[in-house]
């Protein structure tokens, strides 16, 4: 099976969420954070009428190299995600969906004859 190929749609898309996960790893109070997302969303609304696509694409790769650049060399990364400080931490004492469902229907029934 091929793998699909990113539109340039979703490559922006992607660069827009990368970029505000670095300011957020730039700024710590949550205004100054704010106001550079603001000005990062508004640096992204200038060109997206663009039509010409070879010039779209040339904006998209100087954004990418922009972002490689200016990225933070320590970014926050959420604690259970791949990476963070507890990922698959508590893996064997999770409950599995099967016995999820199980445990979610018995307290339905519970609930409906109490």
Request: aromatic share 14%.
């Amino acid at each position: 099976m091929a793998a699909a190929y990113l539109t340039h749609h979703q490559k922006v898309l992607r660069l827009y969420k990368k970029s505000l996960r670095h300011i957020e790893s730039w700024c710590i109070f949550r205004d100054k954070y704010r106001f550079y997302a603001c000005l990062l969303r508004a640096r992204f609304d200038e060109n997206k009428h663009e039509k010409d696509m070879m010039k779209a694409t040339m904006m998209l790769k100087a954004g990418e190299e922009e972002f490689w650049a200016n990225q933070h060399p320590q970014p926050y990364l959420f604690p259970d995600s791949p990476g963070g400080t507890s990922y698959e931490r508590y893996e064997c004492y999770k409950v599995s969906y099967k016995l999820k469902c199980i445990l979610c229907s018995r307290c339905a029934v519970l609930l409906l004859f109490s």
